[in-house]
């Protein structure tokens, strides 16, 4: 269970990390902020998309450990399915965050950058300590 606590911890941390470089890059102008290679029309569209992207996969990484088919997985197979529905949901929050990130600074679009912090502030919900993914396989009652 260690080791798959250590590959969850890198899943948390890493999009953080990644962020904060995107930040600074841009911040220091090494990337130049404000692409306007898309239309109006497209940046819309992408808007649109990441909204309803952030919208649902919120929800969806908090309540993926209570869905019956994740619950049984946790009890048949405690570690292997601890790391694949762990990073899938770490995944799920993650990637939108390093997207609107880049999004944000691409566009200079608030609405990205709103995005990117509520899923920052999500994060923590789902930080992967080893009594939490204990806790949450069971796995003191399965050894």
């Known amino acids: 269970m260690d080791k798959v606590v250590k590959t969850l911890k890198v899943c948390f941390f890493a999009p953080i990390v990644i962020a ?29 998309v990441m909204e309803l992207l952030t919208i649902a996969v919120i929800p969806a990484a908090l309540y993926l450990f209570k869905i019956k088919k994740v619950k049984e ?7 292997a399915a601890m790391k694949k529905y762990g990073v899938m949901r770490l995944l799920m929050l993650g990637l939108p965050l390093v997207a609107n990130t880049d999004l944000y600074y691409m566009s200079m679009n608030v609405a990205f950058g709103y995005m990117a912090i509520i899923l920052l502030l999500v ?11 204990e806790e949450e396989t069971n796995f003191l009652e399965n050894k």
């Open 20 to 48: 904060l470089i995107l930040v600074v890059l841009y911040e220091t102008e090494i990337m130049i902020p404000g692409f306007n290679g898309f239309s109006t029309q497209a940046w819309f569209i992408i808007l649109t």
């Open 73 to 79: 997985a946790l009890k048949a197979e405690p570690v």
């Open 123 to 133: 994060l923590p919900f789902v930080y992967p300590s080893k009594a939490r993914c």
